[in-house]
């Protein structure tokens, strides 16, 4: 479902990308790992079209997403990618309800699916309770819950994960990393995800790790 082809990026003299090759198929849950540095934020923003990649191609399905209009791909990304950040970026005017429902208004959702689709999501998420609170009313779990929710409101075909539980505590961070599961059968939503986190990293049904620029390894989990 996605293939990232020979993908290449260097800022000024640094390359920090070297030519990466990568496939993810539907309803996989794929890790990226690597140490500080590696490139792993640089080459989930490419797959996710937050920056373009020197050289190189990335597709999702039978859309090649470089070679598209600026106008079509940032319809594209409201649709059909989902984004989680390590601090939730959610909009602090906003209700827990509103951040969810955003990307679904900009999508111009049927306003009653939207609504049933946001509520489904809270209740999956644990969060229906905080409907209406302000993230600095919610705890940092609950608005990481929040901003998962918003990934997911226009039901993309991919969501990427950028150190999802980097800034949680160890119980918050070991529930979020069950969710991501939770949503994977019930939805068989794909995600990549980068993280620090070698427990998440290993629950994956794979763990790509990047080094120098390029793929080191790729490691099927044992029991998949
Ligand atoms: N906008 C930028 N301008 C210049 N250099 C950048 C820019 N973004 C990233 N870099 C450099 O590219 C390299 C890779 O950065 P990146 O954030 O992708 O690494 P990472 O593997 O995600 O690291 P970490 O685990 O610390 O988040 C680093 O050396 C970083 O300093």
Known sequence: MLKA??????YKNLQV?????LEVK????VSIVGASGAGKSTLLHILGTLDTPEN????????????????????????QIGFVFQFHNLLPEFTAFENISMPGLIAHQ???????????LMEMLNISHRAEHRPSEMSGGEQQRTAVA???????????ADEPSGNLDSHNAEELHQLFFQLRERFNQTFVIVT??????????????????KI?????????
């Not at 539907?26 to 849950?29: D, H, K, L, N, S």
């Not at 049927?110 to 489904?120: A, G, I, S, T």
């Not at 918003?150 to 990427?160: E, G, H, M, S």
């Open 196 to 213: 620090h986190n070698e427990a998440f990293a290993q629950m994956a049904d794979r763990t790509i790790e990047i080094k120098d620029g």
């Open 26 to 29: 539907t309803g996989e849950v």
């Open 17 to 21: 990308l070297k030519g990466i090759d």
């Open 110 to 120: 049927d306003p009653k699916k939207l609504e049933h689709r946001v509520k489904e």
């Open 56 to 79: 190189g191609e990335v597709w999702i399905q039978n859309t090649n997403l470089f070679s598209l209009a600026d106008d079509q791909l940032a319809k594209f990304r409201n649709q």
């Open 5 to 10: 082809k020979n993908i290449t990026k260097s």
């Open 150 to 160: 918003r990934a997911l409101v226009n039901d993309p075909k991919i969501v990427f």
């Open 216 to 224: 080191a390894s790729q490691q099927a989990e044992v029991n998949s």
